[in-house]
Each structure stands twice: as C-alpha cells, then as structure tokens.
C-alpha cells in the first residue's frame, strides 16, 4: 500500500506489564516499520498499557520516524509533510480523570477531588483544573491543550484513546467503564479532519461519515468477537482535508468462531471439519446437559476455548425476571417449574415432577428443623 504513516491508537500490549514475548513481538514490529521500510509510525498508550513503557521514545528514535507518546508530558503535535503540505497529528495517549487534572493544574492536583459518577459536562466544555470530574471534561481538556501547544496547520489528525458514545462493545474490553462519565461525545473531535481512534475492538465508524473511527483490534481477543471482520484501515487525506476510508481484511491463520447444536451432532460434522482447528466456542442445544462434553469435543476441536448450554425457551426469548411482579402465593414448585420450562423447553413429566417434590421437601424440612 506503500503507506505514509502507521498509527497505532493504543493497547499496545494486553497488560501494564508485559511478558518478554510480547516486548520483544512489538519491539520487531516496530524496527520493520521503521528500520527497514522506513515508515513513520505515531502511537499512544492505551488503558491497558503502562504509560511509561509506551513513552520510552528518545530523540535518534522521533528521527527515525518512531513517535510514542505514553504520558502528558509533550502534547504538542507531530507535523508530517505530503506533497499538499504540512498535516499536524495530535497524539492524545489515554489518561484517567486524575492525570488530566493534574495536567490542567500544572502538575498540582486536590487529592480530595472525586470524578463524577455520570456525564455531567457536553462536548463543548473546555474544562480545566479542578472542573475536571469526568472522561468528557479530560478529553476536552487535552484536545484544547495539544490544539494550544502546536502552530494553526490547516489539516489536523487527531489520535485518541476513549470510548466515544455511539459505539459497539463486546466483551474484551476492559478497565474502562462503557457507561457515563467514561463517555467522550464524537463533537470533542470537531476541530480534526480525522479521528483515529482505539480501545474498542470492533472495527466502526462513530455518526454518518468515516471521519470518526475505530480501527478495531487486528485479531480476535473472544468469543464476543466471532462476528467481527478483522481489517485495518486505510486513510487518504487529500489537500483539503477531506478523508476517504477503505479497509483491508485480516485473516488470521486460526478463526474465532461459535459452533451450537446437540453434542452428537457436533461430534459427526467435527470428523470432517476442514476448519477444525480453529478457536472455536460451543453452545450445546441437548435438552440434558451431556457427560463431560469438553473432552469430547476436544476429540475433533483441539483448540476448543468454551462450552456452554444454550437456553431453549420455545421462543427463544429469555424471561426478564425484573418484568414480572413476584407472586408471594407461586411454591418453590411453581417457580421451579418455570425455570425448567424456560431453560428446556418443556413442562415436567410426572418422574421429574414427583422427583422435585421430593427434593423441596427434604430442603423444606431440614430448613424447619435448623430453625
């Protein structure tokens, strides 16, 4: 694609501290990108990263095209030059509300000041200081101080770690609250001609155009992400300013993906799986649940990561027990009679019946007699 730039919006690695596998897996990463296909390549910490680590970046490094930005210590842009001009790139690494505080504060922070527990500033608020109680107010403040650090360059690119509001989740991402204060309205971004943003792993755009967007993670980290199109993004900015996305697909050699149905069945179509090897979930349909069903399947699925039950109510809709006003008149044998019907699909037979009377009734008893 002979690419002008590599970003990388953060989460460099899963974890503060990182094994020596993956340090050494990022450092080859980068000195590929660099060193040998001397491309220049701007990241930021993400929340899983230790902002330090990231910030190792020293002057022969920012020569050679390897800009990281871990703290806020440097907020002022990196200019880059095409054949149209100058474009300022504004690297925002993450930073929980406290540090942003701090920041506004000049380094000085009242230990004493809590973060509020919902959105409580839009997107227009320019917050600094001890105004800064949530993600909004921190991403508004950092936006404004890189804008305020670096020359007024028409085109401007915007890296950013955050969850925007408008986004999809799923269940990899981690240690940033999705619900209010974390939230950081897409309008924060205003004065950007693109917003390059991580954390979460879907790859997506935020509102109408593919200005505001989520890269998304180039493998899949679940079973939450088994619908997910892995791609990276390719971004052209022309003199104007205006962007044109497309995406290029990754295909990793093993796929994440979700198989259901009875366990005999999965057992028969495994033996001729050309994909068995793939990192597959399964959810199991039988109406009882089989012996020892992960070892089976391990027999044709060797990389199985999980095995659940899947509920087999007659519509397939799962009750909402917050819905329903309890009944004090309902028995422990109503209620367990329900539950069965939700979770098999069917109303107990008389055995099943007779069988959960008996055990009601020996908990009912020992229960009187511990009273």
Partial sequence: ENVDVV??????????????EAVNLVDDFLVRLVV????????????????????????????LGLHLRGTLTDLSPVILHDEHGPVAFHLLPYAEVAMARQHANG?????????????ESDADTIAVGDSIRSHQAAMAHLVQASLAA??????RVVVAHAFVSGGTVSDSERDLSVG??????????????????????RAQQIGETDRVRYSGSPLKYSISEADHVKSVAIVD????????????????????RVISGLIDDLLKSGEGDPHAHDLV??????????????????RWYPNLISVEMARRGGDGDVPDPDDETPDPNRTPLDLFSDFFRDMIGTDLDGEEREIVVTAITAATSRHEEAH
């Fill in 7 to 20: 970003v990388l919006a953060g989460d460099l690695y899963d974890r503060a501290v990182p094994s020596a």
């Fill in 36 to 63: 040998h296909d001397k491309r220049k390549v701007l990241a930021i910490a993400g929340n899983h990263d230790s902002p330090e680590r990231i910030g190792f970046t020293n002057r022969i490094q920012r020569e």
């Fill in 107 to 119: 380094g000085g922070e009242d230990p004493e000041a809590g973060d509020v527990t919902d959105q």
């Fill in 150 to 155: 670096g020359p007024k360059i028409p085109r």
């Fill in 180 to 201: 209010g204060a974390s939230q950081v309205a897409a309008t924060t971004f205003d004065d950007f001609n693109y917003v390059a943003l991580g954390h979460l792993h």
């Fill in 237 to 256: 900015l022309d003199g104007a300013g205006e962007v044109s996305v497309r995406t290029i697909p990754v295909v990793a050699p093993r796929d994440v």
């Fill in 281 to 298: 979930g399964v959810r199991l349909t039988d109406a009882i649940p089989p012996l020892d069903p992960a070892a089976r399947l391990r």
